[in-house]
């Protein structure tokens, strides 16, 4: 199995972390995503939503990690 990148946002906040998250989204088809900003969790998840895009939500600590199953 083949190596999967992650984004890991922690320590940034929104907007930037927003735009960097889906970015990495868009461009570089990353799964997975480390964060811990409760705006951009939110931002996030429900932009995922919009777009009909399937994915996992698991709180870890102090922090969540976002895992795309299907775009």
Do not use: W
Not at 15 to 31: D, E, G, M, S
Not at 36 to 45: A, E, H, I, K
Not at 49 to 56: A, K, R, T
């Amino acid at each position: 199995m083949a190596h999967q990148e992650q984004f890991d946002g922690r320590g940034l906040t929104c907007p930037l972390a927003f735009v960097l998250l889906k970015q990495h989204l868009l461009k570089k088809n990353v799964k997975d995503f480390l964060l811990d900003d409760d705006t951009t969790l939110y931002n996030f998840t429900h932009y995922l939503q919009s777009q009909g895009i399937e994915f996992n939500k698991m709180v870890q600590n102090e922090y969540y990690h976002i895992n795309i199953i299907r775009n």
